[in-house]
């Protein structure tokens, strides 16, 4: 009887539903700090204007978000930015609202080609990785040292900002397994009510990452880090 408890026990630490994911938006307590004020209205209220348009935005989010602190800074990542943006700017317009849910086997392919050009053009992992988000919203995660790549224990390359792209992808498959899809969107629509603005999916992954236990959790239930990216 005890040995069953302990198995149940196990059973339950190594799961990982849509209510864990909530659990995890909710936890989350940046919503109001100054760097997320500025995501609702420079990433996703500008999200369908032009990707070339919108470089002065660009800077602006990514200086807010910490992501310029390299040699140059914003010299260097418009410089970066506006070349990467003319050598991919069909790629990443036919990237353009589609979500991360929907993507298909070569469309990581595709995400793998343009975070490698962009890093092969100077730019380092958080810049490239807050960078992606910033022009495909619904498509990517955010990327960062402290935070994802930390908790997740995953390289600084665009391997693995693909492999942590198909993590998300893996676990909202996961949880949507036995239901609609129109759950996450529902979880989108309730979080919206709680902190005051809307967040699309990859938003809501990413605040799975400021949650250790959780976290581990998530990548448990696909398997062990292996499985999981």
Known sequence: MAKASVMLTKARSASFELGQLREAAQKYTYHNAGTHGVWPRLVWERRSRSPIARLDDAVEFLGK?????????????????????????TIIESLQGRILYNLAPEDFQTVLRISSSFRDRGAPPTTFGKALHFFLPETVMLWDQAIVRDTYKLRPDPESYVSYQRFGWKLLHHITRNKSVSVLQQLESDHAKTVGYFEPITMILDHLAFSPGLSSRAVAALGGPSRAF
């Open 65 to 89: 978000w910490k992501a310029l602190r390299f040699k140059g800074g914003k010299t260097a990542f418009r410089r970066i930015c506006s070349t990467w943006l003319r050598e991919n700017l």
